[in-house]
């Protein structure tokens, strides 16, 4: 097998950022069932509601942290009500009832963690320690979200389920996809072996 010359490969690498912007942070299908799942920007792009909201409520957590301080007593109770959130959106979605609001169950919990990382940082080299101590959880508790997978529950009822050619909310990305590889093996094809 012939060895693709960098400048082609860093070019099918642009042609695949470009072919799959549109639905690059989204990961949910793009049909009406979850249209509550993903936000429009601009007129193709498409961006996770969840995850919009986890990075916000980030930004936001980090950016108040700096202009809002707050004693110790405060930070400990606002990690023990965030920590109580997550613990209860947690057992909610462990036991299948009604799901939580994204604002609930993403951004809150991503604004206080925010909040207390960059509050905690502020006290010095006891803060750091706390942060980092307190960042163990947090990873673990995003390791535990994305273990569980993703909810597909409208597709288990979606009549394109079985069909053999792709639904309506994956169509665009396989369309885009197979233009990929046609364009990007013609280019490959007149490498020189």
Not at 25 to 53: D, K, M, T, W
Not at 162 to 179: Q, S
Request: glycine share 10%; aromatic share 8%.
């Amino acid at each position: 097998m012939p060895r693709i010359p960098g400048q082609l490969a860093i070019r099918i690498d642009r042609l695949a950022r470009t072919a799959h912007r549109f639905h690059r942070f989204a990961h949910h299908p793009l049909c009406h069932e979850y249209g509550g799942e993903v936000v429009r920007i601009g007129r193709r792009s498409r961006v996770c509601r969840g995850c919009l909201f986890v990075a916000s409520g980030g930004v936001m957590g980090v950016i108040s942290s700096f202009f809002f301080g707050a004693d110790r007593a405060a930070l400990l109770s606002l990690g023990v009500a965030g920590l109580g959130a997550v613990v209860v959106t947690s057992a909610r979605r462990s036991a299948r009832s009604a799901r939580a609001p994204k604002l609930a169950s993403r951004f809150l919990p991503a604004l206080v963690t925010s909040y207390l990382f960059g509050s905690a940082v502020q006290l010095g080299v006891a803060g750091w320690a706390l942060a980092a101590v307190g960042a163990v959880p947090v990873f673990v508790l995003v390791a535990w979200y994305r273990r569980r997978g993703p909810d597909r529950t409208p597709c288990a009822s979606c009549s394109e389920r079985n069909l053999a050619t792709p639904c309506r909310g994956i169509a665009p990305i396989v369309r885009r996809e197979r233009a990929f590889r046609r364009l990007a093996g013609q280019w490959v094809s007149r490498v020189d072996p």
